[in-house]
């Protein structure tokens, strides 16, 4: 999983990064501080991990990971190239998610690229940008199937969608789920678009804004559930400042520093929590003494995919899938145990693997 961090310049997106990453990107108080990406992987914090290394005293734990990529900050303009704005923006195509981060606080000796703070503003200026580099690349495509249409049947079908989805994204809207038949957007997740991507909005508050939304939080989440279509968003609020904290400790400080805030979840578990739910992920989990291990696949993935994570052969090669759930799995102590119980199951080809399921793949090459 790739999820690109975006926003305009001193909102706060590269502390984020920094925090979520610990990977020291540059951050400044001046636009453009960032030009090329950074790009940091995360391990995807996971305590069944520990719990299944215990029972099966592992050799070693490989949780599964994300890629976070911050791009430099967008200003009014960039689909233009101003700023190095087209740059940025070939960024952001290769990314599964974005996670767009709004400042939503108050501080003199923070500069705002557009002299004022209104996380509206803001919003609206990074979702148009997104939008013109769209109908830009949307238009070149445009052009491109009205030739291959004069010789295609598909082709000119295919011209009819991407100008419904012009007409859409001219509106200033992003297209749900249901404008499109799944046919329709096999077709349309071809193009590459910017705007069709989930999206994660963060709140970037200051501490004393943590616990109840100010002012410029609850215009944001109106307007974001109220004015913005399409299915895959969410938003967050976090303090990049207390990010930055909590980056600097161990687990169990960390713990204890949620704890003294009274905060259940650190902002990259939040990140990640949501991540999971708007990209449609699930997590399974393989563990031996060789190895404790998480993969992460699609929901709806068959069982011999789900090996294919794993090594090409397996699914090449895929017999049947032995499946217990975690928490059957725990509550059985043992493998030996969770086979002798009866929880452990064969599941052949056409099983969707679950999140939370403990595999064991039978195979033959």
């Not at 700023?83 to 952001?92: E, P, R």
């Not at 590459?192 to 410029?216: F, G, R, T």
């Not at 452990?344 to 679950?354: A, F, L, Q, S």
Request: with cysteine.
């Amino acid at each position: 999983m790739k999820i690109g961090i975006v926003g305009l310049p001193n909102v706060g997106k590269s502390t984020i990064f920094n925090a979520l990453t610990k990977a020291g990107a540059e951050s400044a108080n001046y636009p453009f501080c960032t030009i090329d990406p950074n790009i940091g992987i995360v391990s995807v914090p996971d305590p069944r991990l520990a719990v299944l290394d215990k029972m099966y005293t592992s050799k070693k734990v490989v949780p599964t990971t994300i890629e976070f990529v911050d791009i430099a900050g967008l200003v009014r303009g960039a689909s233009k190239g101003e700023g190095l704005g087209n740059k940025f923006l070939s960024h952001i195509r290769e990314v599964d998610a974005i996670v767009h981060v709004v400042r939503c606080f108050e501080d003199e000796n923070v500069v705002h690229v557009e002299g004022k703070i209104d996380p509206i503003d803001d919003l609206e200026t990074i979702n148009l940008e997104l939008i013109f580099a769209d109908l830009e690349m949307l238009d070149r495509r445009i052009e491109k199937n009205k030739k291959l249409a004069k010789t295609n049947i598909q082709e000119k079908t295919n011209v009819e969608i991407a100008m419904r989805l012009r007409e859409l994204l001219e509106s200033g809207k992003m297209p749900n789920d249901d404008d499109f038949t799944p046919e329709e957007w096999e077709f349309i997740n071809t193009i590459q678009l910017i705007s069709i991507k989930p999206v994660l909005y963060i709140a970037n508050v200051s501490e004393d804004d943590l616990h109840e939304d100010n002012d410029m939080v609850k215009r944001l989440k109106a307007a974001i559930f109220e004015n913005y279509s399409g299915n895959h968003k969410d938003i967050i609020k976090i303090s990049a400042k207390i990010e930055e904290e909590i980056a600097q400790f161990d687990d169990e400080e960390k713990a204890e520093f949620l704890a003294d805030l009274g905060l259940e979840a650190s902002g990259l578990d939040q990140v990640i929590s949501v991540g999971y739910k708007l990209l449609g992920l699930v997590t399974f989990l393989t563990a031996g003494p060789d190895e404790c291990r998480a993969w992460t696949v699609t929901a709806g993935t068959k069982a011999p995919q789900a090996a294919g994570k794993i090594h090409s052969d397996i699914e090449r090669g895929f017999i049947r899938a032995e499946i217990t759930s975690y928490d059957q799995l725990i509550e059985a102590g043992s493998d030996v145990k969770a086979k002798e119980l009866g929880v452990t199951r064969i599941e052949g080809k056409d099983y969707v693997m679950v999140d939370g399921d403990v595999t064991f793949f039978r195979f033959n090459v």
